[in-house]
């Protein structure tokens, strides 16, 4: 399966990224290909709800012109893609949540007969750290993110919390046990 990350974290080595990488670690060990994007890098504009994306339906299509026009081709290639991110303030990092608003391009005629999806039957995964509880603080994320995959005509195939992180070095053999069951749900 042709899998693609993207990383929302800033910390190429932080929370976010060690538990990514085990789950790509475990993805690979699988046979499956994996590409990551580190977002933090890349230059990706806000959506300007100009609409113009909807005007050539069947191909991924903006007038700004920067990185999210390549990494959504990526998406729309991808057989599975997993989303991840710190948790900042109830919802995720900047550019990731750029680009999801980005993928506005993906999609015409939603809540129509008509509702076509350049990644309709793809499956969406969403991980996400944070240093506190599940409870008041993440679910809203979550649900945000299930929503998601209504436009875009794609199957949920897992989520992951790893909540009441610190530092990496303190992530523990739970936490990646859970990684590894997470890489497991979402290719099956």
């Given at each position: 399966m042709k899998v693609l990350t993207l990383q929302g974290g800033a910390r190429k080595k932080g929370n976010t990224a060690t538990v990514l990488a085990w789950v790509e670690e475990e993805l690979k060990a699988m046979g499956h290909e994996v590409e990551t994007v580190h977002l933090q890098n890349k230059n990706i504009k806000g959506c300007l709800a100009c609409g113009k994306c909807k005007e050539n339906p069947g191909a991924v299509a903006c007038i700004q012109k920067d990185d999210a026009i390549e990494i959504l081709d990526k998406m729309v290639e991808a057989e599975l893609v997993i989303f991840t991110s710190p948790l900042y303030f109830w919802g995720v990092a900047g550019p990731l949540k750029s680009l999801i608003d980005r993928t506005y391009s993906f999609y015409v005629d939603y809540h129509r007969p008509t509702h076509a999806s350049l990644v309709k039957n793809q499956r969406q995964a969403l991980l996400v750290t944070g240093a506190g509880p599940w409870e008041n603080n993440a679910e809203a994320t979550f649900t945000a993110f299930e929503r998601l995959q209504g436009p875009h005509m794609a199957i949920p195939a897992g989520n992951l919390y790893i909540?009441?992180?610190?530092?990496?070095?303190?992530?523990?053999?739970?936490?990646?046990?859970?990684?590894?069951?997470f890489a497991q749900k979402i290719v099956s």
């Open positions: 909540g009441k992180c610190t530092t990496p070095e303190n992530l523990d053999e739970n936490a990646k046990d859970q990684a590894k069951a």
